[in-house]
């Protein structure tokens, strides 16, 4: 019984998501195809080693002036890891932009070179396709480029019980429909994950919205009332073989961002480099242990599903080995898609 009603909980307050001060301008809806590149960091090789790694990446796309763009989250829970996420309005957008790449060979060189610094850092890798899915989610066109956090969800769905699923999330939309402020995302699994795997992203501005989250659980039971409630638990123990969520935190010099995301909020996405002066007093100063936390990469959402808008932080699903793993102890080669150093 116990194991039923964490189901229902962790289902009311995935789905009910923070509340979000969305910007006015250029609202963006989640694209319709989500590809996600998950790394696993080995030991001590988080933070800015891998970082720097990364910015190897970020300095090829950008030279190539390359039209695709590119979201990185790292982990605050779970493994430290990082999600990178490549949105497209179709697969055969996404097949587009693998030929492109296959034709550019200076392009190429310079992300074998990196996919090899970086694959000597990473213990797995693993590629991940989602479709969003527009019917479980809930106003979810945010401007991403104004958030900070992703807390990305994802549930493992029983072979069978799709409907019973379909019906449970219907109930808590509905319900949350009459809270405002309340958004997700969701996307289902399509390739790289077992069948039935659904990602929940929910954006944030910042970690205080998880506090409000969590006080929205009052407002939720009365806006279900006794008799939904009860069909909720009902529905989510028989459709929910398990579930995980995790947060995750935008790595902006990991990104390879548009214009108009650094228009939007140059000093997070562009912050002008320290003064020499002030790079040797920091070097020598002893970092808090609120940095050293920051170090922690990657851990994913999410339906605040298909964990991502431009996105996909995307949450693990370790309990139900939800995402499988490949090793990626050698060389982890890399393009914008899940192919190259997929890009999600």
């Known amino acids: 019984m116990r194991r039923v009603t964490g189901f229902l909980l962790l289902l009311s307050v995935v789905l009910g998501g923070a509340c979000l001060a969305a910007a006015q301008e250029k609202m963006q809806g989640p694209p319709k195809v989500l590809t996600i590149f998950r790394e696993v960091l080995k030991p001590g090789k988080a933070g800015m080693v891998h970082e720097k790694a990364e910015s190897a990446f970020v300095q090829a796309f950008t030279k ?23 949105g497209y309005d179709s697969f055969a957008d996404w097949g587009k932009d693998i030929k492109a ?51 990305i969800s994802v549930f493992r769905v029983k072979p069978g019980y799709e409907k019973d699923w379909d019906e449970a999330v219907k109930l808590v939309t509905a319900a949350y429909e009459k809270m405002p402020d309340v958004r997700w995302a969701t996307f289902e699994a399509i ?14 501005k910042s970690l205080a919205e998880v506090d409000t989250e969590l006080m929205q659980n009052k407002q939720f039971e009365a806006n ?9 638990r009902e529905l989510s123990a028989r459709a929910i073989e398990s579930s995980e969520s995790n947060l995750f935190q935008f ?55 298909l964990q991502g808008w431009d996105w996909l932080q995307f949450s693990d699903r370790a309990s139900a080995s939800t995402l499988t793993r490949s090793s990626a102890q050698t060389a982890v080669p890399r393009s914008t898609t899940p192919q190259g150093k997929s890009r999600p």
């Open 64 to 86: 190539a002036n390359w039209p695709t763009h590119y979201l990185a989250v790292t982990s605050l829970s779970g493994k430290p890891r990082a999600l990178f996420f490549v």
């Open 101 to 151: 790449e296959e034709k550019n060979p200076t392009l190429a060189a310079a992300l074998d070179r990196a996919s090899m610094a970086d694959g000597e850092l990473l213990s797995e890798a693993q590629g991940l396709t989602f479709a969003y899915r527009e019917d479980q989610s809930l106003r979810a066109n945010v401007n991403i480029a104004h958030m900070r956090y992703f807390e």
């Open 191 to 204: 390739y790289g994950a077992p069948s039935g795997t659904f990602a929940v992203f929910t954006p944030m």
């Open 224 to 232: 279900m009332g006794e008799e939904g409630m009860r069909k909720l």
């Open 251 to 305: 790595a902006p010099k990991m990104s390879y961002v548009s214009d108009d995301w650094v228009k939007a909020d140059p000093d997070f996405w562009k912050p002008k480099p320290l003064c020499p002066r002030a790079r040797k007093r920091r070097k020598r100063s002893r970092r808090s242990p609120s940095s050293r936390a920051g170090d922690l990469s990657l851990g994913v959402p999410p339906l605040r599903l």
